[in-house]
């Protein structure tokens, strides 16, 4: 069952962990990818791996904190495949730095790239999609948006934000059928999370956080997504879908 077929998607911060996931599904379900990210070497690997399986995927390198950016990527998408079904904004960066330790410079960077790329994403993507007679957006959030995070006051703050930004732009674009989710993972392996798990009782804390008795995959949230951008979830806008092993029900 090719569940994007026919559609168009652009994932943000796409060359490796949870977006490259996204990326590689999303092509697998039919989609027409446009993968984003300032790794450029490994963009470049990501694209020719859907390329390597039957997918069709280009790669463009992109600051999602630069307006001028998301402008060229967005121009890029429609030149090359004439519309945009579905946005992942996905680029994230993490912040422990606590609090009275950090910088306003190591704040600023945290919200420019978490929430500004986010709404730069949105502002320019959403026309296009208004033209098309409508869109999916996820924007990708994690479970320290749902409640209070020790030591990760920027990080924290910056994921509440995108939590309540998506459900303030599916309100203000459900009549143009622009659906607007956020996904909250929990705990998973990703190349940002590869050294804090090489330690195993940093690797032991993580596992005892959530009642499922695993750290989770890329491959876990990319299905969430999934979901999210088809249209089996046609009548799903504003929701929080935290895929976290169980942290958030505790």
Do not use: C
Request: charged fraction near 20%.
């Amino acid at each position: 069952m090719m569940r994007l077929a026919n559609k168009v998607a652009i994932v943000t911060g796409a060359a490796g962990g949870m977006g490259k996931a996204d990326a590689v599904l999303f092509a697998k379900e039919g989609a027409k990818v446009v993968i984003t990210d300032l790794q450029e070497e490994k963009l470049n690997e990501a694209v020719q791996e859907i390329v390597d399986n039957g997918g069709e995927a280009i790669g463009i390198k992109h600051n999602v904190t630069s307006e001028e950016d998301w402008i060229r990527v967005v121009e890029e998408t429609i030149s090359r495949f004439g519309k945009i079904d579905i946005l992942v904004n996905n680029a994230g960066i993490s912040n422990a730095t606590p609090m009275l330790e950090m910088t306003v410079e190591q704040w600023d960077k945290t919200m420019s790239i978490n929430v500004t790329g986010t709404f730069l994403g949105q502002k320019h993507v959403i026309p296009h999609m208004i033209n098309n007679g409508g869109g999916s957006i996820v924007n990708i959030s994690s479970i320290a948006g749902l409640t209070g995070g020790s030591g990760a006051g920027a990080y924290t703050a910056s994921k509440g934000a995108v939590r309540l930004l998506t459900k303030a732009t599916a309100v203000d674009f459900a009549k143009h059928n622009i659906r607007v989710n956020s996904v909250h993972p929990g705990y998973i392996k990703t190349p940002m999370t590869v050294e804090l798990m090489a330690d195993e009782k940093m690797k032991a804390w993580f596992l005892s956080q959530s009642p499922l008795p695993r750290l989770g995959e890329a491959e876990d949230i990319a299905k969430g997504v999934l979901f999210l951008a088809s249209d089996e979830s046609s009548y799903i806008t504003g929701i929080e879908l935290p895929i976290d092993g169980g942290y958030y029900a505790k």
